[in-house]
């Protein structure tokens, strides 16, 4: 256990529903990162905050995908009018600062959509 | 833009053995570099972060290197268990960029 939290650990949603997913990262870290994996793949990049702040989004990221951090602490991950090509594992993970700081993931949840 | 490559895809070796996973980036302005274990369906654990102005980092069993100026990372895992079994990424911190970048993973698997 790394200490940083997701929910839920697993989705089934019907093609053209929304889903959102929650990532409470380890409490002093200012940085949290979104990751989207697919089978086989390694983690690729979505977006990441610093405290409230979304200071990159990835192409990766179309209009129907949002993330937030109203608060600084937990984060959400909105996928709106889900398709079948969002069928993958998201992954949260943050940080104490950024570059030289090591990044601690959470579980994941993994999406299924039909 | 970063690429990752990680040689081999997949190994399987018996218990014991010393192994070597290898991993080369294009782009070597890199400022550190992280090697992270995947259990299957779960999520990452850092094994070793490596400061671009280090050559190399150790953890018990595991030692990574890195060679900045040829774009290129070795993890060595001494005498392999059967719970080293696992996917290995590579993913270096661009110097100029704020995120890291994931190889596809070598699949490791430590026959008894």
């Known amino acids: 256990d790394t200490g940083v939290s997701q929910n839920p650990r697993h989705k089934i949603t019907k093609r053209g529903q929304n889903v959102t997913f929650r990532c409470d990262p380890i409490?002093?870290?200012?940085?949290l990162y979104w990751y989207r994996q697919t089978l086989g793949q390694g983690p690729e990049f979505l977006t990441y905050f610093q405290n409230e702040a979304q200071l990159e989004k990835s192409r990766l990221l179309s209009d129907r995908f949002s993330a937030e951090r109203p608060k600084g602490s937990f984060s959400t991950l909105e996928i709106q009018r889900t398709e079948q090509g969002d069928s993958a594992m998201y992954l949260c993970?943050?940080?104490?600062?950024?570059?030289?700081?090591?990044?601690?993931f959470g579980p994941g949840t993994r999406l299924t959509v039909l | 833009k970063q690429e990752v490559t990680q040689i081999p895809a997949a190994l399987s070796v018996p218990e014991g053995e010393n192994l070597v996973l290898n991993c080369s980036f294009t782009?070597?302005?890199?400022?550190?570099l992280q090697w992270f274990r995947q259990d299957p369906g779960k999520g990452l654990t850092s094994l070793l972060l490596i400061q671009s102005s280090q050559r190399e980092q150790t953890s018990g069993r595991l030692n990574a290197s890195l060679d900045k100026s040829s774009g290129r990372s070795t993890l060595y895992i001494a005498a392999s268990q059967p719970g080293d079994s696992a996917t290995y990424l590579c993913a270096p911190f661009g110097s100029s960029a704020s995120k890291i970048i994931f190889g596809s993973g070598t699949r490791l698997s430590i026959r008894p």
């Open positions: 782009d070597s302005a890199i400022y550190n």
């Open positions: 993970a943050s940080s104490l600062g950024d570059r030289g700081h090591t990044q601690y």
């Open positions: 409490s002093e870290h200012n940085r």
